[in-house]
């Protein structure tokens, strides 16, 4: 028999899955390889062979390509929104699978990282089936539903222990996993939540739920306890003990329990119907277990089960009362994962529960690599002093260790001990002389010593080995900035952001470059987008209030002190950032009045677009009227420049006004030709209104025009699934 490698049939399977695309489309398709770099400067490139979907990520089948092994990797779901909500939604599921660890039960998670701002988490691959799977070809043996029922209830138990107060969520037979061996794993822990974690701490709103979904608190309809259909449900453990009996019963039935044509006769069924128990008497199920299903499936908590444990005993029991069955424990594999879950919780910037994970690893490790990797969490802490003694201890007890001195290094620069640090980095590039993460530090110390051209080499060196990565680019640009290169700066910047487009320090530079050069307008929308990116930086804040005043001067204009303190203003509620004074409210009430009074207002608008997006949702009514008004006024005016049209067309679409952004981008396209952005809203309103055929052909336009836009790709694959579900329909 052919086998890639010998006994891994889970390589094979992954490089033998087929792609299933996501109707809404996905971030990368088969075939790209991904680089996450750690902090200890290891690289992971993930190859991706297989791409699925879920209900608020997209998970991609990946092939590490050092190991040769197979993983799934798990991002959020590919549609627009704000991607620091969806971070700390994903955030909580990396923390909790992490504290959750390894159990023969659970799918291992492997480690986290972000790529291009983005967060991600590798877990094992299982390439068996799911329960889901089985299920649907065919009802389940009692024996086997109850070796699954008693893995699941396992799982539970141990998720329990590790983390007090821990929900799933979300049991179901598709969040089961079966591996070739038989072991059921439980996975999918984006619903679950416990002390200390939880969706009521961010919004899941941007969740993009099916006709099974709940939308609102996450779970699936045809599997949730009738008590999380209320508006304030409460979420504990005998919600998840509801959603295992709904399980079981389907292992066995070979359906659900309750079937509704509609979402309101399903929730009716779930708060009120009796579930058919008679299916599984005639199916000579043991009674015992029948009556186990009931409790599970009772209308009130307090008449279920107790605990998942309790439960699992229950089992065993008629397990070996009608089967002769036992069922010992699975042994718990050595885990080799430590310091991959350590680093993990550094990249979530969870310090402290770092450096615990990593003691439980010391005895493997030995006292030098532990001190190393110790020494570059502390760092990532800023807690230099202590890094610093951590590794010193890992230099002494090993010099030529790539690992020791780059840690060592690192240590040196974040205490400032420039020379040192330059030569112990000069020792880990001899061992490793390729090695981007050691490169990018050499510039750096070189840098801080003022060798900017000796820098400049070893960053450009850095971008030979590695084009991949956003650091070099911001180094060289902001090397060739403080030389006055401002030409050569703002090519290196635009580089990096066709490559990292959501990165503020690069966009920061770029719009410090383009100011330097009075080139305005460009200068304006990078650092609008930075501010968007990232919490408000009073350099950043300040070039932006320079880079508009001098737009307005340099126009015969002459900015008055109330413009200025609205500009500072907007600058910090880009980031929709809350509790800043004065409120939302008062500035928009402020802005509403200079935008009625001070010429020019269409020149306001590319101004504070992004200030008042970001507010949208708490603008009260009357002056969402207002401002609506106001841009429909700047629009007839007929602005004579692209960036207005711009900027009134994205807030009449972020203010619902479709017929009107039509227009506007339509002039803009008119006037100016050809611009990605007008063919992307244009397509968006036109989506939003039904014209299907429309929509797809602006998307593809604007695709044209900018094949780095990722919404913009995802939407064609979405429009155009449409349409052709809506051709099947009608024939």
Not at 237 to 262: C, K, N, Q, W
Not at 688 to 707: C, F, K, T
């Amino acid at each position: 028999q052919f086998r890639i490698i010998s006994g891994d049939d889970n390589l094979k399977q992954a490089i033998m899955a087929p792609e299933r695309m996501p109707i809404e489309g996905s971030r990368y398709k088969i075939g790209d390889c991904l680089h996450a770099y750690f902090i200890d400067g290891r690289l992971r490139r993930l190859k991706i062979c297989g791409v699925l979907s879920g209900g608020f990520s997209n998970v991609y089948v990946v092939i590490d390509l050092a190991e040769m092994k197979a993983y799934c990797l798990k991002e959020n779901r590919a549609t627009p929104g704000d991607e620091r909500k969806k971070n700390a939604a994903l955030e909580i599921e990396a923390k909790i699978v992490l504290a959750i660890g390894k159990h023969p039960h659970i799918v291992t998670p492997v480690s986290t990282f972000y790529i291009y701002d983005r967060l991600f988490i590798l877990t094992e691959y299982i390439s068996g089936s799911s329960l889901d799977f089985q299920v649907k070809k065919r009802s389940l043996n009692v024996a086997t539903a109850l070796k699954y029922a008693i893995h699941l209830c396992r799982a539970m138990e141990h998720a329990q222990n590790m983390l007090p107060g821990f929900v799933h969520g979300d049991i179901k037979p598709g969040n089961c996993l079966i591996t070739l061996d038989g072991r059921l794993k439980l996975t999918d822990f984006g619903q679950a939540s416990a002390v200390g974690f939880g969706k009521h701490s961010v919004d899941r709103s941007l969740s993009n739920h099916d006709d099974e979904k709940n939308s609102g608190w996450g779970g699936t309809r045809s599997y949730m306890a009738p008590e999380m259909f209320d508006s304030q449900p409460a979420r504990n453990e005998s919600s998840d003990i509801y959603a295992f009996g709904v399980t079981l019963f389907e292992m066995l039935a070979g359906r659900r329990p309750f079937l509704a044509a509609s979402k309101e006769q399903l929730i009716a069924l779930h708060r009120a119907g009796a579930p058919p128990l008679h299916m599984l008497l005639d199916r000579s199920i043991p009674t015992p277990l029948v009556d186990l299903i009931s409790s599970c499936l009772a209308k009130f908590p307090r008449n279920r089960p107790l605990s998942f444990a309790t439960m699992e005993n229950e089992l065993i029991e008629i397990a070996h009362k009608h089967f002769g069955a036992s069922f010992q424990d699975a042994a718990v594999e050595h885990c080799e994962l430590e310091v991959d879950h350590a680093l993990s919780h550094a990249v979530l910037q969870d310090y402290d529960t770092a450096i615990n994970c990593l003691g439980k690893a010391t005895h493997r490790l030995g006292k030098a690599r532990h001190s190393a990797y110790s020494a570059l969490i502390l760092n990532s802490a800023d807690r230099a002093a202590e890094a610093l003694d951590s590794s010193s201890l890992a230099v002494d007890a090993e010099s030529e260790s790539f690992l020791h001195r780059y840690a060592h290094a690192c240590a040196l620069f974040s205490s400032e001990h420039f020379e040192e640090a330059d030569l112990h980095i000069d020792h880990a590039l001899r061992l490793q002389p390729r090695h981007p993460c050691a490169l990018d530090l050499k510039g750096k110390i070189l840098m801080r010593t003022g060798r900017l051209k000796g820098a400049a080499g070893f960053f450009k060196t850095s971008l030979f080995v590695d084009g991949t990565r956003v650091e070099p680019y911001t180094e060289l640009a902001r090397i060739n900035s403080i030389l006055g290169h401002w030409y050569r700066a703002i090519r290196i910047a635009k580089k990096g952001t066709k490559i990292h487009p959501r990165d503020p320090e690069l966009l920061r530079l770029l719009g410090e470059a383009h100011l330097s050069k009075r080139q305005f307008v460009e200068s304006i929308d990078c650092l609008k987008r930075s501010l968007c990116l990232a919490p408000y930086s009073g350099s950043t804040g300040k070039l932006f209030v320079r880079a508009c005043t001098d737009l307005l001067s340099s126009m015969g204009h002459q900015p008055d002190i109330r413009l200025i303190r609205l500009l500072y203003k907007a600058a910090k509620f880009s980031y929709s950032q809350l509790g800043l004074e004065p409120t939302p409210t008062t500035f928009i009430s402020e802005l509403i009045e200079l935008l009625k009074n001070a010429p020019p207002n269409s020149m306001l608008f590319h101004f504070f677009d992004d200030a008042i997006i970001s507010l949208s949702d708490q603008i009260d009514p009357a002056h969402r009227r207002m401002m609506g008004e106001i841009l429909v006024t700047a629009f007839e005016a007929k602005p004579a420049y692209r960036h207005e049209l711009c900027a009134i067309g994205r807030l009449l679409y972020q203010f619902a006004d479709y017929d009107n952004c039509i227009r506007a981008f339509f002039l803009m396209v008119e006037k100016f030709g050809p611009y990605a952005e007008a063919h992307y809203y244009l397509a968006v309103c036109l989506e939003n209104q039904e014209d299907l055929e429309a929509a797809l052909v602006h998307y593809r336009r604007a695709l044209r025009l900018n094949r780095n836009h990722e919404f913009t790709r995802i939407a064609v694959r979405r429009v155009a699934s449409k349409i052709e579900t809506s051709v099947k329909q009608n024939q």
